[in-house]
């Protein structure tokens, strides 16, 4: 079946760094666009960024570009977002998603969520 | 970015009633609009994709209609494990800003 592990998430200071992995299993990792989605405590859900099937092609939301990079490694079933530049409004809970897509236009891109990890927490602090 | 505004934000129902949920987007986003379930300390759960479309393995009591800027999420006879908060989210603008609307928190009355 399908499984999405998150690790990686804890307590950093302001300004600090953190790298988030997601350890995927029962499923053809490589055929699948993955995305990162978080959530504040007592909040709702903010789309932070996805990456292609072949790692070629990554988006991200606004406030994140240039702090955040999503990566992953087709090889070891993983996908990692690294966090830098850390604000305290980056606090929340990252889940990594399986993304299903269709096509747009010329371009295969993200349609919904079908499958998602448990989260890990990310705390933001001095 | 396109905003999605659902509403009520929170609503009490006893098990057995019908309850619709409703989103709006800021602009037309056809009929691309999802709807996740979220349970307390636990990760959401696809429930409906392209507006209409139960995903595998949902109950029949969940279904969803709906395009361009008005859409809903209805629960035919509300069961005691359907007590969650349901977010909807538009892909219109895939493949970047893909939003989501700000819940609604069913509770039992």
């Known amino acids: 079946q399908v499984q999405l592990v998150e690790s990686g998430g804890g307590l950093v200071k302001p300004g600090g760094s953190l790298r988030l992995s997601c350890a995927a299993s029962?499923?053809?990792?490589?055929?699948?666009?993955m995305t990162w989605i978080r959530q504040a405590p007592g909040k709702g859900l903010q789309w932070v960024s996805d990456?292609?099937?072949?790692?070629?092609?990554?988006y991200y939301a606004d406030s994140m570009r240039g702090r955040f990079t999503i990566s992953r490694d087709n090889a070891k079933n993983s996908l990692d977002l690294q966090l830098n530049s850390l604000r305290v409004e980056d606090t929340a809970v990252y889940y990594c998603?399986?993304?299903?897509?269709?096509?747009?236009?010329?371009?295969?891109?993200?349609?919904?969520?079908?499958?998602w990890g448990q989260g890990t927490l990310v705390t933001v602090s001095s | 970015d396109i905003q999605m505004t659902q509403s009520p934000s929170s609503l009490s129902a006893s098990v057995g009633d019908r309850v619709t949920i409703t989103c709006r987007a800021s602009?037309?986003?056809?009929?691309?609009l999802n709807w996740y379930q979220q349970k307390p300390g636990k990760a959401p759960k696809l429930l409906i994709y392209?507006?209409?479309s139960l995903q595998s393995g949902v109950p029949s009591r969940f279904s969803g209609s709906g395009s361009g800027t008005d859409f809903s999420l209805t629960i035919s006879s509300l069961q005691p494990e359907d007590f969650a908060t349901y977010y909807c989210?538009?892909?219109?603008?895939?493949?970047?800003?893909?939003?989501f609307g700000g819940g609604t928190k069913v509770e039992i009355k």
């Open positions: 998603a399986r993304a299903r897509t269709m096509v747009r236009g010329v371009i295969i891109t993200p349609y919904y969520f079908d499958y």
């Open positions: 029962g499923f053809t990792f490589s055929d699948f666009y």
């Open positions: 990456i292609s099937s072949d790692g070629s092609t990554m």
């Open positions: 602009q037309s986003i056809r009929n691309y």
């Open positions: 392209a507006a209409s």
């Open positions: 989210q538009q892909s219109y603008s895939t493949p970047q800003a893909l939003t």
